[in-house]
């Protein structure tokens, strides 16, 4: 079985150094025991997702775009190349530019499907499927049999990832490749990765955060601020224009619950009686 792991580089939450996101280890983790796996990376650097060699990847293909470039494109052309039967990936990013939207677009991109929040995955029964635990919150399980190829990202109650390994960090590589060139021809990118990498980037404006205002129904427009408060817990407009009853009599009550819902036009006004 073909099986790459998508591979993002993420900052630290405390520290901001580059790290491995723990969503993409649990990955690595479900693909090991599936069979060979590897890693596949669109950025500028390499060196943030190195550590994925110790968390049980042996080789990562590294696709070499400028800063600010979207990888989408050039992970799809990769992607359409290769082929792979499976392609797990986290379902969030974890602190850098990634927006954990990546495994989506590229299932519309390479018209796959896409199983969310994954637990486990297994071999099928039938030749060619692959049955899939997915999580639908709160403790709750879902069985998925699906027909590959597919995408998947992993939910954080998957299996925790493997503990590092030194020596089989040092023996992976890190194979700079094309987009359909085989991985270490780090001299060409392809049409495809040409085109990606001279497509402008986006203008994206950066606001801080503001809370919206809440609008209040019924507030008065440019009354105070007692008054607003009024309008916020109801102690104004019709629902201030009641009475006050201490245990009434159940004719009376019925009475004034029935002036009230007429005062607010819930119920229409009673007709008026044709003279004798």
Do not use: W
């Not at 499976?86 to 519309?108: H, I, M, N, T, W």
Request: with cysteine.
């Amino acid at each position: 079985m073909n099986i790459a792991v998508l591979l993002s580089a993420g900052r630290h939450p405390v520290s901001g150094a580059a790290v491995l996101p723990r969503l993409e280890a649990q990955a690595i983790r479900i693909a090991a025991g599936l069979g060979e796996a590897y890693g596949l990376h669109a950025g500028p650097d390499a060196a943030a997702i190195a550590d994925a060699l110790g968390q049980g990847l042996g080789r990562i293909a590294h696709i070499a775009l400028p800063e600010g470039v979207d990888p989408v494109p050039a992970l799809a052309a990769r992607l359409a190349a290769a082929a792979p039967d499976l392609v797990l990936a986290g379902r969030r990013g974890q602190g850098g530019d990634e927006s954990g939207f990546v495994p989506y677009a590229l299932a519309a991109a390479l018209d796959r499907p896409l199983v969310p929040d994954v637990l486990a995955v297994a071999r099928g029964d039938a030749a060619g499927t692959l049955r899939l635990d997915q999580s639908l919150g709160r403790g709750a399980l879902r069985r998925v049999v699906v027909r590959g190829p597919v995408i998947a990202t992993v939910h954080p109650d998957a299996p925790a990832p493997l503990a590092y390994a030194f020596g089989q960090a040092r023996r992976g590589s890190i194979d700079p490749c094309g987009l359909i060139d085989p991985c270490g021809s780090s001299d060409s990118l392809g049409t495809a990765g040409a085109d990606a990498a001279a497509a402008p980037a986006v203008p994206v404006e950066e606001r801080p955060y503001r809370r919206r205002p809440k609008l209040v129904k019924g507030a008065p427009a440019g009354g105070s601020a007692a008054e607003r408060l009024k309008a916020a817990t109801g102690e104004s407009g019709a629902a201030a224009t009641g009475r006050l009853l201490v245990d009434p009599d159940p004719e009376e009550a019925a009475r004034e619950i029935l002036a009230y819902l007429r005062r607010i036009g819930v119920v229409a006004p009673p007709a008026p009686r044709p003279n004798p």
